[in-house]
């Protein structure tokens, strides 16, 4: 009984990935194009976490955020906790795939010294740590990872009062001192995943 419950389960998830496909890929490796993250091996907990902040608003609300204001409705057609759980369970099991790099001007043994800060919460090698509350950076792309950090940086993210983990990413991001540490510690974060 336990064994079909959870390939209904599974069943539902893949079904509400359906509406994930056009952006984020059948096998989430994203899509620069549509401004849409890898998010394939991301942690069941992160995914639903993330969604939960679309769909509160404490992600994807600030104007400035076009990709995230993109985001938001999407989160709509998730409509209970179950669905949530459900597509959260299916994209944590996409398999991660390396993703080749398109930033060339990050220098990784600079980002190597940048990246000290980072790795308490998102480890030495990039996998994260859901106690912490913090996603694996392997296999993402570059150019959502300087994004990131930018939102990040100015305020468009993490600057929401009710998003605790986002709040915690702010400062860390503001370390960074100029566009040419963002490359080099997102430089550093792609060998990581090689």
Known sequence: MVAALSS???ERGKQLYVNCLACHGADGSGNKLLNAPAIAGLSEK???AQIMKFKAGHRGGDPRDAAGMQMRPMMALLTS???VAAVSKYVASL???????TITDGDPEKGKALYMTCQACHGADG???DMLNSPSLLNQHDWYLVSQLHKFKDGIR???PEDITGSQMRPMAMILADEQAVKDVVAYVQ????
């Open 8 to 10: 209904a389960e599974d």
């Open 46 to 48: 992160y995914v639903s």
């Open 81 to 83: 906790d179950a669905d």
């Open 95 to 101: 398999e991660s795939k390396p993703i080749a790099a």
């Open 127 to 129: 996998k994260g740590n």
């Open 158 to 160: 993490g600057a929401n």
């Open 191 to 194: 060998s990581l995943s090689q």
